[in-house]
């Protein structure tokens, strides 16, 4: 945790990243964000990848109450993954009953989508569990937004 200036300079618990911070113990990186090496951006398409993915199946949803809508075009386009939900159900409100692969590929996005952090803290276990979630999501077809890492 970095020290905050607005509480005599002790740690606050935020855990608000700094990357002048992370610069003390990170000395050889010189860039000004966290893209190291573009790995937020690649993220950030593959989580759009998955996203869509997901969507078309008919598994998320925005929507607090029923009919439960899946994601619009404009929901899609926000790059807010947080915000999505699972949807409870397609067919009149009956909860999906999912394969386990499915199920699994929904589980990576969530605690991806939650994170928020876009692989800052172990971009190859990220790259690689998007990676393998949208090879799955697609039948076998590979990714075309990330590569294997």
């Avoid at 699994?104 to 928020?116: D, I, M, P, S």
């Avoid at 990676?131 to 697609?138: G, N």
């Amino acid at each position: 945790m970095s020290p905050a200036a607005g509480n005599a300079n002790v740690p606050d618990h935020t855990m608000k990243p700094n990357v002048a911070y992370c610069k003390t113990c990170h000395t050889a990186y010189t860039g000004t964000n966290f893209d190291i090496l573009s790995g937020r951006t690649n993220a950030k398409k593959a989580l759009f990848e998955l996203q869509a993915e997901l969507n078309t199946k008919g598994l998320l949803t925005r929507s607090a109450a029923a009919p439960y809508a899946v994601l619009s075009d404009e929901d899609l386009a926000d790059a807010q993954f947080n915000l999505d939900l699972t949807r409870p159900g397609g067919n009149g409100g009956v909860n999906f009953s999912l394969d386990a692969d499915t199920a699994g590929v929904l589980y990576n996005y969530l605690l991806l989508a939650r994170g928020k952090d876009l692989g800052v803290h172990n971009l190859a276990y990220q790259k690689q569990l998007l990676f393998d979630s949208i090879k799955k999501a697609k039948g076998g077809v590979d990714p075309t937004s990330i590569s294997r890492p």
